[in-house]
């Protein structure tokens, strides 16, 4: 067969996947919007997608999946090193040699019936430093239609890898072979033999049998998050499931931020922020993944390495994120929302009143009487970040661009104040270090739960965890360089009535200028266990809907919850053994001391 490339390890690697998976036909991607019109249009004759109406939303689909095939599976995703303890206690582990002979019997013949694509993507602009090249192989056209939107994608991604380069090999299949005049379903999948492997020193990834966003665009979490986070570590530099954005202050300067939270708890609605407080702007360079590197002037320098965003759609309205519903207006990919009876999406917490006539996620006819949403939790929509209104014109820089503060955060309902600065370097990484949040419907599971999320890369870390804290401690030891200041945010405490204390969405800009006021050594603050708050007359503050004494709540540390919380931290950290740096120890006494213990 004639390909578009003259790679021998690409020609080889698509010959022997095809020679085991025996797809009917090989189509190489060349990324065009004609190819994408023409997989929609194939999609669209399979049922999987539906096209809304051109007049509401241009250019836009709308997919229902599986019912079982509706986020990521945790516990069916492994990290597959050659020895068991460089997974650490955070991931579950397969030995590589027998994850592959598993794997290689699931994938023998899977894409049967099936076209096998070929979609060569990089991970950040062409060219960039940061940048990294993979191929995904996959048997589902919905996979490459996410894929365009999410990453540089097609035949300029083959030129940039030339004949000799080298590309990380990313395999998947839905797992659903289709015998000879089989009717395909409109969401093929294998939900009884998932798997979502990694390969960290083979820079391999093998998923098999889910078709949804982060099992199965293996760009995002597992190349940009778990392969890069080792690649990260063995090349110096940092893979973090964090936000970036650009703040301006009515003075003019210019602030980037980055901005780690689990999954599902706000990153896209802070990165997409409109400031509450006047004079202030927010531009958007990420959502989700932030790769950083120790820059020239040893500023740390960060750059989004996604083309596009892949956010959760209920609870997003003109009220939360504006920005947000004003980028997914048309070439957009709806995945698990409502679906309106005149050909546009619905879910809930969008703006207006619920429509009298609603399909459900599942493709049926919504009963409102019903106690369950007509979305999922988990839909999502895929759009191309260069289509959002707010985008900051230097997104995909290919240098990036100079960090000022990373924030950490996290959904808790008690004890951990709005917001609050690290002390040091290493108070800030044990600040990440001991995140914890309430799980949300992003992964499999249930919902609410506190967990410890360190980072917010507990389902990202692609090693041991221990060694992934050395690693960001690392950088302190370093006194060349000009750090970040590290702050902890949690927008979601509550009162003793279960409501929220906070605000929240466009407010956060108060805690933004805050941080900037600090950065810029104006404002006072006081100090607490978790580090400095700010003061309670602060005038970032002034003329909030909520009274002082909220305000002040928001702030407080109670020590009774504060010793509850050391004892979690020491049993969490007591899971990492000799791998536990010594100086995330040190901050552990200093924090029980803080505490009059
Ligand atoms: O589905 S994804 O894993 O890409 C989104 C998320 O859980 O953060
Ligand atoms: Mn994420």
Redesign the pocket.
Known sequence: MNYPTSNKKLIDWVNEIADLCEPDAIHFCDGSKEEFDSLAGELVNKGTFKKLSDVRRPNSYWAHSDASDVA?VENRTFICSNVADDAGPTNNWMDPFSMKSTMTELYRGSMVGRTLYVIPFSMGPLGSPFSKIGIEITDSPYVVTNMRIMATMGTAVLEELGADGDFIHCLHSVGKPLASGEQDVAWPCNPQNIYISHFPETREIWSFGSG???NALLG??CLALRIASVAARDEGWLAEHMLLLKLTSPAGEVHYMTGAFP?ACGKTNLAMLVPTLAGWSVETLGD?ICWIRVGEDGRLWGLNPEAGF?GVAPGTSYATNPNAMDTMVRDTIFTNTALTADGDVWWEGIDGEMPSSLTDWQGNRYDPASSKPASHPNARFTVGAAQSPHIAPEWNDPRGVPISAILFGGRRRSLVPLVSESKSWEHGVFLGSTMASETTA??VGAVGNLRRDPFAMLPFCGYHMGDYFAHWLSFGDNKELKLPKIYLVNWFRKDADNKFLWPGYGENSRVLAWIVDRLEGRAQASETPFGYVPVSDDPNFDGLSIDKARLELLNQVDSTELASEIEAISAHFATFGDKLPAQLIDQLNALMGSNGN
């Open positions: 990521r949804y966003g982060g995002k979490k999954s989700d892949f992003a992964a």
